[in-house]
């Protein structure tokens, strides 16, 4: 049965059957109606929700919910992504695991509500100080906004990381139908988490290594922790790859108009394809790689930044294919139209289609 | 009296310090050692230590895991308060102590620790006042005196630049919602006897959940202050004691009360008890919109629908937009709602953008619809000319005051605003603008209207008047026939 909701709804529909106990929310557009969903449901559902005096704080009480074997959770946009960068930090060290949901909106500084993909970088490189990364999935759609972070938490705590949706003002304003996930999952007792009994009474949670020795075998540890993340839980969707010459690369709203894009160049002949990371850490490097090398000769990255996630795919193919770069900024999101046209002005191959 | 025996809430060999493992990494004269001893020794008074959990600031106490055998989390610099809310919030069984020096609390954690008091979490704080930063080479703290000299205030702490020193339990104290604030002081054994009372008092407050405990501590800091232990001590009597004068401030710890963090429905399956724990089933219940959708008003060929809505704000330009996302998937199609939103909500104008799919949709944006529905002037202005050659612009005319001005589309106008004021309410003048858009194009069916209405507007009560609204315009539309716009029929 599906219901027709907002993508920042849907953030807690499968929030709360993912096994979330505790929201710690500060209000920000646009994500804001992430806390008022949560606000609601929590509470109604024998759940917390707790408004927090900044997100500084938000991002610490995570810190301490999830220390203490919760499954816990917040929202923001760019200006509280900021601000939670050291409890971000400190959540990487102390390896404890979390949701947070990013909807982005323009910057840098108070920018504009509007949808920018511009926290790509301090998200999915870490945003924080020290050696670490963040799981973050890219939903393109209400109802990814809800399966997601139904997975997350399952994945935060089996790796004890810090699980992201990068998402957008407009997959989180949109509303689509979105279908509920049948079985509520939950999380269990975690050995090393404080639940103030005697069987935990010896641990500790901290992210402090004194030596520098110690320091460095946990910083490898962490990086040994993310390549088998890595490797384990890479997850893209392609469209049309098999046979493409031109292959769009982009995650959430931008996605949404790529495909678009895609599909009325294949109408005028043109091999087009798309592929759209679901995951950004880890990224689909491989197989962008493979890609290159087999049919694909134009990648076009469309994005809502100045080119930050084409930095990626510009790694991952080294020069097997030629990227370029599609990138609206200020809060605009690019009709299907002006998608096609820039593909057009930059794409060589595509300039005799006229 | 102070005991001599090392507390059972202390670990017997500090092990996770490294070298020296029985004795502390504090520097000598330090009061550090004697505030925790004095915790450790009520921890074992009242029997918590397996439910304690104690939260180590960023200072020269980081370390207070090397000593306390109790639960124990180490905090950003500052947070501890709200920290200890996360840990508090999951588990009101826990005894939770925030542990703090003074340029952890007062000056870069003002904020958590203000707002943890203020929410009356049940938690003890201890403020250890030193008047300087210590791990980190003595610069100025915000409890500096006037005159002191610091690493950073070699000439001494100037008032003119670095305003006053801070009082936080005076600050603390000015908040209704704490229960216990006290500042005391370790310079000689009898104020550390009263120090123990406030330790004892303050932790004893939390184990019977009457909030929000604060002791700010006096302590001595003789490398730093470039003292001798014994002169540091002096110091505080003679002139710390001065600036901050040792007393209570409030003791408001009367009956036990529903503090902060014992939520009315707090987490976990601890609270299954308290019958507020939806399970599985009832979670989904919850969660799951009360209505199914019969079969029969499924619809399988369809062309793509992209349908603008626009007008002022508080016409129902959002919603009418939302009643026809429900009717498609009510319909068994695809459906995406995309508004104008922020400040153009507030006010103004207003649009919603629908697209309506037999497939899969892509860009949810609406920059070319098939039909518009005009509900003012000005939206007419702003996207007639976005609209689809044989496309479809249902204007309302009770306000718009001209007809379209191209000829390569449908135009229909209908007083939605006058239909919708003679039946009793103006704001479902969206129904009727939405219905006739039904009814020219044969989607929606008014069965599917009829049934979605119940289930997409907020306010129950207007049920009966929108359907009203449906039978009004649908029988308009059946009166009054489209017509060739007027550009097309002077042609």
């Known amino acids: ?354 | 009296m102070v005991k001599h025996a090392k507390p059972g809430s202390f670990y017997d060999t500090f092990e996770r310090k490294g070298a020296g493992q029985r004795t502390t990494h504090y520097c000598p004269g330090c009061g550090h050692g004697t505030v925790h001893k004095l915790i450790a020794e009520a921890i074992d008074e009242f029997g918590v230590q397996d439910r304690t959990i104690f939260c180590s600031p960023v200072g020269c106490s980081v370390f207070g895991y090397y000593y306390f055998d109790t639960g124990n989390i180490q905090c950003a610099h500052g947070r501890a308060p709200a920290v200890a809310t996360g840990l508090r919030r999951v588990n009101p069984e826990s005894i939770i102590i925030s542990y703090q020096g003074d340029g952890d609390l007062a000056g870069i954690g003002t904020a958590e620790i203000i707002h943890a008091a203020n929410r009356g979490e049940n938690i003890t704080v201890f403020f250890v006042n030193n008047a300087i930063y210590g791990m980190t080479g003595g610069q100025m703290a915000p409890t500096t005196l006037i005159g002191q000299q610091t690493t950073t205030t070699p000439g001494g702490r100037c008032e003119a630049r670095d305003g006053s020193p801070i009082g936080m339990a005076e600050l603390i104290d000015a908040l209704s919602t704490p229960v216990f604030v006290e500042r005391v002081s370790l310079a000689d054994g009898k104020r550390t006897m009263k120090t123990r009372a406030a330790v004892r008092k303050a932790l004893r407050n939390q184990i019977e959940k009457k909030g929000f405990s604060f002791v700010e501590i006096l302590s001595p800091c003789p490398v730093n202050w470039k003292m001798s232990p014994s002169e540091a001590r002096r110091w505080i009597v003679d002139t710390l004691e001065h600036a901050y004068p040792v007393r209570n401030f409030r003791d408001g710890a009367g009956e036990p009360r529903a503090a902060a963090g014992e939520p009315r429905a707090a987490a976990g399956a601890a609270d299954a008890a308290s019958g507020l724990w939806l399970d599985d089933e009832d979670l989904h219940s919850l969660l799951s919109s009360r209505h199914d959708f019969p079969d029969d008003l499924r619809v399988h060929d369809i062309a793509e629908q992209r349908v603008k809505i626009a007008g002022f704000g508080g016409q129902g330009v959002l919603s009418a937009g939302v009643l026809l996302a429900n009717c498609a998937i009510t319909s068994g199609l695809h459906a995406t709602w995309l508004p104008s939103y922020g400040p153009e909500m507030r006010g103004g104008t207003a649009n919603a953008s629908v697209i309506v799919s037999v497939d899969e949709i892509g860009s949810p944006l609406v920059d070319d619809p098939t039909t518009l529905l005009a509900m003012n002037g000005p939206s007419l202005d702003a996207f007639e000319r976005s609209v689809v050659p044989g496309g479809l612009i249902i204007a309302n005319s009770s306000i718009v005051p001209r007809e379209a001005e191209r000829d390569d589309l449908r135009f229909y106008p209908v007083p939605a605003s006058d239909i919708a004021q003679e039946l009793g309410f103006l704001g479902a003048a969206n129904v009727v603008m939405l219905t006739a858009y039904a009814a020219l194009e044969g989607f929606p069916s008014p069965e599917t209207i009829r049934h979605v209405i119940p289930h997409s507007l907020k306010r129950k009560r207007l049920e009966k008047l929108n359907l009203r609204m449906v039978d009004a315009a649908l029988d308009y539309v059946a009166k009054n026939p489209i017509r060739l716009p007027a550009g097309q029929a002077r042609r």
């Open chain 1, 1 to 354: 049965m599906r219901q027709l909701m907002k993508g920042n709804e849907a953030v807690v529909y499968g929030a709360l059957l993912g096994g979330a106990t505790h929201f710690f929310g500060y209000p920000i557009t646009p994500a804001s109606e992430i806390a008022h969903a949560a606000a609601e449901l929590f509470p109604a559902s024998g759940r917390h929700f707790l408004q927090a005096e900044s997100e500084v704080a938000a991002v610490n009480m995570i810190y301490g919910a999830a220390g203490a074997g919760a499954r816990a959770m917040t929202a923001s946009s760019g200006p509280g992504i900021s601000l939670m960068a050291e409890g971000i930090s400190y959540i990487a060290g102390a390896e404890l695991p979390c949701v947070i949901v990013d909807v982005q909106r323009a910057g840098p500084g108070l920018g504009n509500i509007w949808p920018e993909q511009s926290d790509y970088n301090a998200v999915v490189k870490g945003g924080g100080h020290g050696n670490y990364r963040n799981v973050v999935y890219a939903p393109n759609s209400a109802q990814e906004m809800c399966d997601l972070t139904y997975r997350a938490f399952n994945l935060a705590d089996l790796y004890r990381v810090t699980v992201f949706l990068l998402s957008d003002a407009y997959v989180g304003q949109m509303m689509e139908p979105v279908e509920l996930p049948e079985r509520a999952i939950h999380g269990e007792r975690k050995p090393w988490a404080l639940y103030g009994d005697a069987q935990s009474r010896g641990n500790l949670i901290s992210s402090i290594h004194m030596s520098t020795a110690e320091q460095g075998d946990h910083n490898w540890h962490l990086r040994a922790k993310y390549d088998q993340i890595a490797s384990e839980y890479t997850d893209w969707q392609e469209v049309d790859v098999e046979d493409a010459e031109l292959l769009f690369v982009a995650y959430g709203i931008s996605a949404r108009v790529a495909i678009s894009a895609a599909q009325r160049l294949r109408r005028t002949g043109v091999r087009a394809g798309l592929l759209r990371p679901r995951t950004l850490f880890p990224f689909p490097r491989a197989r962008l790689a493979e890609l290159a090398r087999g049919t694909v000769r134009d990648i076009a990255v469309v994005e809502l930044s100045d080119g930050m996630m084409a930095d990626d795919v510009q790694l991952a193919v080294l020069d097997s294919a030629t990227v370029h770069r599609l990138n609206w900024l200020g809060g605009e999101v690019p009709t299907t139209d002006l998608v096609v046209d820039r593909a057009r002005e930059l794409i060589p191959m595509l300039t005799t289609l006229r």
